[in-house]
């Protein structure tokens, strides 16, 4: 394309600037200017000049940083919903123990903090999801490395847990 000069063709689709054109048949011995042709130039530059193809606006440095503020600001509320989210999975997961072991409540809930600790300074997405979040739980509570299946075990504390998980993602797919 860039070895020929294609002749305008309005019929393509967001090239409406193809509509005011001027094809003039240079081929012909007689280079005159006839009025037909000015007629038809005369034309063509009126409609352009009632139909104008506007310029992309150039944003202000102000508009800018607008932009920029109100899109930290959206991905800090988008934040703070996932930490709320998070710490509602947690505060579930929490009371599972403490249905479990009354003795483990407060070191359920120390591990609770810690994950929202962990939430809020890391911000990645790997470490929000709610899997993650009951993995990282669990494999604490249970003593285990995170590596590990935390699920494959069959104690009431790893029942509960998965119970209250479950009913989690439950109470809150209604609410989405």
Known sequence: MDATIEPPDDSKPYASFERFHVTIDNTASDLKFNQEMLHTIDQCVNNAFQSPVEAKKELTSEEITQIQTEKEFQRQQT??????????????????????????????NDT?????????????TGVTSDENVVQQ????????????????????????????????????SRDD
């Open 79 to 108: 934040s703070k919903c996932q930490v709320q989210r998070i710490d509602l999975l947690l505060r579930r997961l929490v009371g599972a123990v403490g249905k479990v072991d009354k003795k483990r409540s407060k070191e359920a």
């Open 112 to 124: 609770r903090k810690a994950i929202i600790e962990k939430v809020r300074l890391e911000h990645t």
């Open 137 to 172: 739980f669990a494999c604490k509570m249970l003593g285990i490395d995170l590596a590990e299946n935390w699920q494959s075990g069959n104690c009431p504390l790893t029942n509960e847990i998965q119970h209250s998980f479950q009913e989690f993602l439950s109470s809150t």
